[in-house]
């Protein structure tokens, strides 16, 4: 394992060509090392023959800690683990905890269908992005191979998520591979019984497949080890998960235990790890709206550490909403504040008399100033001012958010003030108020001090336009 760019820079061509988009290969090397760049990204180092030793040798030493495993094909394909690190703030988390939602091949065909179709068509925004779900998994609850087949040929009949086989019984994944072979299904489970078919089933049909052992770590060690050495590289871990009470106890030092070995160069156990939050409706809640909070309760524990993978049963919004939202939060990469393109925005439908206002592009700044003014019918240009993603108040302190900045956005948008509205005015936030004269200067234009806040902005419209 490397971890300066000086060691992954021997590997490198060092010929400054530039094709890699980068001025030196050591600035690819540090690419490399924080993980924002990947090997074939080098031209040279992929094409040329004389340096196929050393390519191979890099990816190997730039392997993440943690395998990274991939569940599907195509655009929705799911990729778990990969990470390299125990504390996000120390690089950062890859692959956010991807949630699998339950069918059984015991439902009515029509129920069977409309529950794919909601996991499929699940979208929440959420800061300028669309958050959704990742997967089915498909339960076998009948244990009969022709009936969980027929499932299988529903569920992916109808949706293009990945999928999970869920049985212990090896006939019955079998019959379930014959029908989604080409979708690299997931694989649940292999265990002390079955481990030796499963095996063969994961090798046979080359999908990756989930080792489980009910609290009981060495036994889980023991058949990824067994698996690894007989050519099954995609494993995931499946510790158990209790609902509750001490097991849950158990069950949270289970996956810390296994995480930190796996950071610490334990390759036998560096796999991917499974949560079942869904066994909260094992536990014998009868109440449907209890049962589903604390699956919640587990869906959060269980993101925070280390579960890469989840099976989960409610899709109640009240479940669902801070399920997706965490996850979002927990994998989002603090070396860069999130952000959006720094461009000019067309809120509602604006024309020449509409106003023009500038904020950040600080992701969480600029949708909630969006949103106030879509959600008050105020048809306006909204500029985004490139400021490394850091919102209005600190980045006037810290010098991103400038007159010289404000204008360099409104050039690079193509906006002109003078041509493209009637009254060659701007309004700036009321946190870069002591931007304004500066602005004006640079810009030529009239400037207003908008409100500190932007709910403010419907009553200032009203006492301030038109101008
Ligand atoms: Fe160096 Fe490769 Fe980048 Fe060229 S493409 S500068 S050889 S890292």
Same mark, same amino acid.
């Given at each position: 394992?490397?971890?300066?760019?000086?060691?992954?820079?021997?590997?490198?061509?060092?010929?400054?060509?530039?094709?890699?988009?980068?001025?030196?290969?050591?600035a690819?090397?540090?690419?490399?090392?924080?993980r924002?760049?990947?090997?074939?990204?080098c031209?040279?180092?992929v094409k040329?023959? &004389?340096?196929?030793k050393?390519?191979?040798?890099?990816?190997?030493?730039?392997?993440?800690? %943690?395998?990274?495993?991939? %569940?599907?094909?195509?655009?929705?394909?799911a990729?778990?683990?990969?990470?390299?690190?125990?504390?996000?703030?120390?690089?950062?988390?890859?692959?956010k905890?991807?949630m699998?939602?339950?069918? @059984?091949?015991?439902?009515?065909?029509?129920?069977?269908v409309?529950?794919?179709k909601?996991?499929?068509?699940?979208? &929440?925004?959420?800061?300028?992005?669309?958050?959704?779900?990742?997967?089915v998994?498909?339960?076998?609850a009948?244990?009969?191979?022709?009936?969980?087949?027929?499932?299988?040929?529903?569920? !992916?009949?109808n @949706?293009?998520?990945?999928?999970?086989l869920?049985?212990?019984?090896?006939?019955?994944?079998?019959?379930?591979?014959?029908?989604?072979?080409?979708?690299?299904?997931?694989?649940?489970?292999?265990n002390?019984?079955?481990?030796?078919e499963?095996?063969e089933l994961?090798?046979?049909?080359?999908?990756?497949?989930?080792?489980?052992?009910?609290?009981?770590?060495?036994?889980?060690?023991?058949?990824?080890?067994t698996?690894?050495?007989?050519? %099954?590289?995609?494993?995931?871990?499946?510790?158990?998960?209790?609902?509750?009470?001490k097991?849950? &106890?158990d069950?949270?030092?289970?996956?810390?235990?296994?995480?930190?070995?796996?950071?610490?160069?334990d390759?036998?156990?560096?796999?991917?790890i499974m949560a079942?939050?869904l066994?909260?409706?094992?536990s014998?809640?009868?109440?449907?709206?209890?049962?589903?909070?604390w699956e919640t309760?587990?869906?959060?524990?269980?993101?925070?550490?280390?579960?890469?993978?989840?099976?989960?049963?409610?899709?109640?919004?009240?479940?669902?909403?801070?399920?997706?939202?965490?996850?979002?939060?927990?994998?989002?990469d603090?070396?860069?504040?999130?952000a959006v393109?720094?461009?000019?925005?067309?809120?509602?439908?604006?024309?020449?008399?509409?106003?023009?206002l500038?904020?950040?592009n600080?992701?969480?700044?600029?949708?909630?100033?969006?949103?106030?003014l879509?959600s008050?019918? !105020?048809?306006?240009?909204l500029?985004?001012?490139?400021?490394?993603?850091?919102?209005?108040?600190a980045?006037?302190?810290?010098?991103?958010?400038?007159?010289?900045?404000?204008?360099?956005?409104?050039?690079?948008?193509g906006?002109?003030?003078?041509?493209d509205?009637t009254?060659? @005015?701007?309004?700036?936030?009321g946190?870069?108020?002591?931007?304004?004269?500066?602005?004006?200067?640079?810009?030529?234009?009239?400037?207003?001090?908008?409100?500190?806040?932007?709910?403010?902005?419907p009553g200032f419209m009203?006492?301030?336009?038109?101008?």
């Amino acid at each position: 394992k490397i971890n300066s760019p000086l060691e992954a820079y021997k590997y490198l061509p060092q010929t400054n060509c530039g094709e890699c988009g980068e001025p030196t290969c050591m600035a690819f090397a540090s690419k490399l090392i924080d993980r924002s760049g990947k090997t074939t990204d080098c031209p040279p180092l992929v094409k040329e023959k &004389k340096f196929a030793k050393k390519l191979a040798e890099l990816d190997k030493l730039l392997a993440p800690e %943690i395998r990274e495993v991939a %569940i599907g094909v195509g655009d929705r394909v799911a990729k778990i683990g990969g990470d390299d690190v125990l504390y996000r703030h120390k690089l950062t988390f890859f692959n956010k905890t991807k949630m699998f939602f339950d069918v @059984t091949d015991t439902m009515e065909e029509a129920a069977l269908v409309e529950r794919v179709k909601k996991i499929t068509d699940y979208k &929440k925004f959420y800061v300028g992005r669309n958050l959704l779900l990742d997967g089915v998994a498909i339960r076998a609850a009948s244990n009969d191979p022709a009936k969980f087949a027929a499932a299988v040929k529903k569920v !992916i009949e109808n @949706t293009e998520l990945p999928v999970i086989l869920c049985s212990f019984n090896p006939a019955v994944l079998k019959a379930g591979l014959e029908v989604a072979k080409d979708k690299n299904p997931l694989l649940y489970a292999a265990n002390k019984d079955n481990w030796k078919e499963v095996g063969e089933l994961a090798l046979e049909y080359k999908v990756p497949v989930v080792v489980s052992a009910f609290n009981d770590l060495d036994t889980l060690k023991s058949l990824a080890k067994t698996f690894a050495e007989a050519g %099954i590289k995609d494993i995931v871990l499946d510790p158990g998960t209790y609902p509750s009470g001490k097991g849950l &106890k158990d069950t949270f030092t289970n996956f810390l235990k296994i995480r930190r070995a796996g950071i610490m160069g334990d390759t036998e156990i560096a796999y991917p790890i499974m949560a079942m939050p869904l066994t909260a409706w094992m536990s014998g809640i009868s109440d449907p709206v209890s049962a589903s909070y604390w699956e919640t309760v587990l869906s959060s524990v269980f993101t925070i550490r280390y579960g890469d993978i989840m099976l989960l049963h409610s899709m109640e919004p009240y479940a669902t909403m801070p399920e997706v939202h965490l996850a979002e939060t927990i994998y989002t990469d603090p070396r860069s504040p999130v952000a959006v393109d720094s461009k000019m925005y067309k809120v509602g439908t604006p024309d020449e008399n509409s106003p023009v206002l500038f904020t950040t592009n600080f992701a969480l700044t600029y949708y909630t100033v969006e949103s106030d003014l879509a959600s008050n019918g !105020i048809n306006c240009w909204l500029l985004a001012v490139n400021t490394d993603g850091i919102g209005v108040e600190a980045s006037v302190a810290g010098g991103q958010l400038t007159a010289d900045k404000v204008k360099e956005a409104f050039e690079k948008s193509g906006f002109d003030l003078k041509k493209d509205v009637t009254h060659n @005015t701007v309004i700036t936030p009321g946190l870069a108020a002591r931007l304004q004269g500066d602005i004006e200067d640079k810009l030529g234009a009239k400037v207003l001090v908008g409100p500190m806040d932007s709910g403010r902005l419907p009553g200032f419209m009203e006492k301030n336009w038109p101008p």
